[in-house]
């Protein structure tokens, strides 16, 4: 009994004693090394490891339209407030609230019958003064026979031509004041200016209006509609290159997935709110279903130009470093690569990239547990969305290496035993 445990401890104690000089020499080698000999070593000693579980994405190529997106205003093409031009009382409301109406629509009758009797007293002076010009232009005509026979002077007739003369201008004014009086007449009769829909009317027959009072109504444009919105400074320029091709693409969403509609760019303004650094700009959309309404507020799309055959992965897949951006590409002999990339354009939640080839498999989930050089093991893109637990995988690689290591000291034991 004694001898089998004097027996027990000497093995425990070799086994202590080589693992002692397996670390010493293990430490002597790492600081014997060169540092060509560790960074050949890293990428062996990576692919070595266990594979790393990711999930990954294939490179797509396609055309790839670049969209600016923003907030913008519905706003309406042509709103009139309508207001009386003269001081009278409703005599009549010929619409009612939330009707379209044509342009020349008659609206409201004002009170008209003063300015109905000063046309007539317009029309019944011209009369008078018409009367006067014809017995001026009759004492002219006589004033000349006498002349001719020399029975007044010239000046006679000349008084007579002047009397005619005077007699045509105060005609020529009567008429003016009918057509004055007729304009003042014609204020009682209030029509639309514009093809629109009405809204509130804020008056009622009988009520009593003036030109600095508050609108009767206000007729606004529903169909075409636009679209105000705000973009940076920095795409003043594919706004106006946009423009000048004839509008390009506009898309205005709806909120809450109400559809959206497809316009074109019509303005751009002509200088840069430097409070803001942005730059107004309109769309106008077809409305003939009334989905847009003036004061709504729409998510706005506008397409300024389309990148021809342009290689797209996700932006989860890129790697921001200290030397820049980068992504890890899988091989064929199923090891993680890391490839520098240029990104042309984020469009959603992908981006236009240069340095990955189309149809190459780019690591979309797990690339924080990957070295250049780490064997992976693929899986679907269903289970890369499920939740992650990378604080267990941690913990598991942990006891994967102290169970590799434990195994490593049973059977350096077990041979020390055999030798004995």
Excluded at 46 to 74: F, H, I, Y
Excluded at 196 to 222: C, E, H
Excluded at 303 to 331: E, H, M
Aim: aromatic share 4%.
């Amino acid at each position: 009994m004694r001898t089998n445990a004097v027996w027990s401890w000497g093995l425990a104690g070799l086994a202590v004693v080589a693992m002692v000089a397996m670390v010493t020499l293990a430490g002597c080698g790492k600081d014997t090394a060169t540092p060509a000999q560790a960074g050949a070593s890293a990428p062996a000693a990576a692919a070595s490891g266990p594979p790393v579980s990711v999930s990954t994405v294939r490179a797509s190529k396609r055309d790839v339209n670049v969209t600016l997106e923003a907030t913008g205003t519905v706003s309406a093409l042509n709103s009139v407030e309508v207001r009386p031009q003269v001081a009278s009382t409703i005599a009549k409301v010929h619409i009612k609230e939330g009707q379209f109406v044509k342009a020349g629509a008659l609206l409201f009758s004002l009170d008209s019958r003063a300015d109905e009797v000063n046309v007539v007293k317009a029309r019944a002076q011209l009369a008078k003064d018409q009367a006067a010009l014809a017995d001026a232009q009759r004492q002219l005509t006589r004033s000349r026979e006498l002349f001719a026979q020399n029975f007044i002077s010239q000046g006679a007739v000349d008084t007579n031509q002047t009397l005619v003369e005077s007699a045509a201008a105060v005609v020529a004014a009567d008429r003016a004041a009918i057509d004055a009086a007729q304009v003042s007449l014609g204020y009682n009769h209030i029509v639309a200016t514009t093809a629109g829909r009405a809204g509130a009317i804020n008056v009622f027959a009988g009520s009593y209006v003036q030109p600095g009072g508050s609108s009767l109504v206000t007729i606004t444009q529903i169909d075409p509609m636009a679209v105000s919105f705000n973009l940076p400074q920095r795409n003043l320029g594919d706004a106006l290159q946009t423009l000048r091709a004839g509008g390009g693409s506009v898309s205005a969403i709806l909120p809450e997935g109400s559809g959206g509609l497809t316009g074109k760019l019509q303005f751009v303004d002509n200088a840069v709110d430097a409070s803001s650094g942005t730059v107004k700009v309109k769309a106008v959309f077809d409305n003939r279903n009334e989905k847009l309404w003036p004061g709504a507020y729409v998510t706005v799309r506008l397409v300024t130009r389309t990148l021809k055959d342009a290689v797209t992965v996700p932006q989860a897949a890129i790697i921001q470093g200290a030397r820049g951006r980068a992504v890890y590409v899988v091989g064929d002999d199923k090891l993680a690569a890391l490839r520098p990339v240029e990104v042309v354009e984020a469009v959603g939640t992908d981006a236009v990239v240069k340095g990955v080839l189309p149809g190459e498999r780019v690591v979309l989930d797990g690339r924080q547990n990957l070295r250049p050089g780490s064997a992976v093991a693929e899986r679907n893109a269903d289970a890369a969305s499920a939740p992650r637990r990378g604080a267990s995988g941690t913990v598991g690689g942990a006891g994967s290496s102290a169970s590799g290591a434990a195994s490593g000291m049973a059977a350096g034991v077990a041979a020390l035993a055999e030798a004995k």
